[in-house]
């Protein structure tokens, strides 16, 4: 059984940072795919970026060049680092783990293939 814990979110203005962390508690021996996720009131979860368990990231297109997420696997967590915050990034955001090879594989972003969840941790941005 794994279980995840997000920590970090807050409110910030527009263009201000925020970093979010996770922390995973995992099967000895067990290494997962890592995602974060968010989702907006009234609006559909979106996947936000995912890393591997050798730390190859993959990001949605929004927050490419915005956001980095990384990972240690000693210590089993998992950070997302957001810079030049907008408005829209606004949302509750989840940590997600799957199967090692859903990192490399097509599609992600649903989240459908996640099978461990966090409860959350809310961003807020303001203008």
């Known amino acids: 059984q794994v279980q995840l814990e997000e920590s970090g979110g807050g409110s910030v203005q527009t263009e201000g940072s925020l970093r979010l962390s996770c922390a995973a508690s995992?099967?000895?021996?067990?290494?997962?795919?890592m995602g974060w996720f968010r989702q907006a009131p009234g609006k559909e979860r979106e996947g936000v970026a995912i890393?591997?368990?050798?730390?190859?990231?993959r990001y949605i297109d929004s927050v490419a060049g915005r956001f980095s997420i990384s990972r240690d696997n000693a210590k089993h967590t998992a950070s997302l680092q957001m810079n030049s915050l907008k408005p829209e990034d606004t949302a509750m955001y989840y940590c997600?783990?799957?199967?090692?090879?859903?990192?490399?594989?097509?599609?992600?972003?649903?989240?459908?293939?996640?099978?461990?969840w966090g409860q959350g941790t809310q961003v807020t941005v303001s203008s």
């Open positions: 995992v099967p000895k021996n067990r290494v997962y795919c």
């Open positions: 997600a783990a799957a199967p090692a090879y859903v990192c490399y594989s097509g599609s992600w972003t649903d989240g459908s293939r996640f099978e461990y």
């Open positions: 890393i591997s368990t050798d730390s190859k990231p």
